[in-house]
């Protein structure tokens, strides 16, 4: 299974960004998926989730903001971003939910990952 996530890049903020992950080696519509990030310094922490019905969750610091969304027919998971502000800056992961868990918001949760994509809002 791989995870390849793309789509960031340096922005201002108040601006936008659409983050992409292609899914390969899995049977895509099967699986709850996330985004997840990391900042310097900091622990990995939950963005949003998405289930293989469609379901999204976010989390509070990104809610209103961000929508999650996915098309089985591409295995591709989208994050997109809007109102970016300078505390968003962070490297980017999407992340396959281990099949059957119930862990959603925790790295712990999931068994899959891709490579991370770097996000940077300047002030």
């Known amino acids: 299974v791989q995870l390849q996530a793309s789509g960031g890049g340096l922005v201002q903020a108040g601006g936008s960004l659409r983050l992409s992950c292609v899914v390969s080696g899995s049977i895509f519509s099967r699986y709850a998926m996330a985004w997840f990030r990391q900042a310097p310094g900091k622990e990995r922490e939950f963005v949003a989730t998405i289930s293989g019905g469609g379901s999204p969750y976010y989390a509070g610091s990104v809610k209103g903001r961000c929508t999650i969304s996915r098309d089985d027919a591409k295995n591709s998971l989208y994050l997109q971003m809007n109102s970016l502000k300078p505390e968003d800056t962070a490297v980017y992961y999407c992340?396959?939910?281990?099949?059957?868990?119930?862990?959603?918001?925790?790295?712990?949760?999931?068994?899959?990952w891709g490579q991370g994509t770097l996000v940077t809002v300047s002030s």
């Open positions: 992340a396959r939910r281990q099949y059957g868990s119930r862990n959603w918001g925790g790295v712990g949760g999931y068994d899959y």
